[in-house]
């Protein structure tokens, strides 16, 4: 499952509603632009539950809350171009274009920052303060199976220099506290890196200073400096240039080609909105099961306004 939260303000308040495979391709759904919004989220205001319900309690994978009255679209994915570093800035600049007059935002908190947002007191959430799991982290480096765009967390020390790749299936390695330091002693380390990486993190244990971001979510992501006792804790939020600048050159990845970047979500964009493929056998297939009537109905309409925005963001 790929579970997905859809929030929705309106004259009663705010109301969410959840689909179990909804979370993969929400970006892409967003960028037809929000005249297609109501066909996305017209469920929340006609059959959701108010916030709170369980709409934002669920361990969700992507989200997005609408607020008409403010004109913000909040957001955020597990995966897809928006949370890919090489295709991030793109996809961002392309979904903005297609919003004219909207503030975009992305919420690095998840489903918390949702709840946040409509004024609902993060406290209440009884798994705001629980430790991570210490074998959730484990080392991506080891296996040999690292590629570019992996889902991977980069993680450099100062003193002495080191730079660990790791995996984590929730929460993101800064959440460990100081801990992590020990838990890193059994993870390869490679000296340098330099590809693109979901997530990153920079410690310096002399002047006991961190700095972390990712292009994904956290839960409770405010949480990460109380984690940290006695530590400058910094949140960089997608800006992995402030973790180059901290590592001294250990994490140095290759920038993304903006041009190129923006082609590629547009095309995906474009491949996402197509009412069908065809597979290798020569066989159709509806582009995606459980919302083939969203191709079929809207696609054309959806293209469209994919290749406005593309033009708007600056594409040829």
Known sequence: MNPVVLVVGGPDGYRA??????????DLDLMAGPDFAHVLTGGA?????PLPGPGTDEDVQAGALLDPDRRVLLLFTLEGPTARMRTRRAALALLRA?????DVRWAHGGRTQLRAYAGLDAADDPQRNVLPWDRNLFDAGSAGWVVPDADVTVVTVDTPGR???????????VMHGPALLGLLDTVTDHGTYHEPVAAGLHIDPERRRVGWWLTGHQVHHDTAAARWPGWTVEFWEDRWAEHRAASGGRFDPTEPDGAAALADVRDEALRHWSPV???????????RTDGASREILHGEAARRVVGEAYR???GG
């Open 17 to 26: 509603v959840t689909d179990d495979w909804g979370a993969v391709g929400l």
């Open 45 to 49: 205001l006609a059959y959701g539950d």
């Open 98 to 102: 297609a919003w004219p007059g909207w």
């Open 163 to 173: 730079c660990h790749l790791v995996c984590h299936a929730f929460d993101h390695p």
């Open 277 to 287: 493929r065809h597979e290798p056998d020569g066989s159709v297939l509806l582009s």
């Open 312 to 314: 708007a963001a600056g």
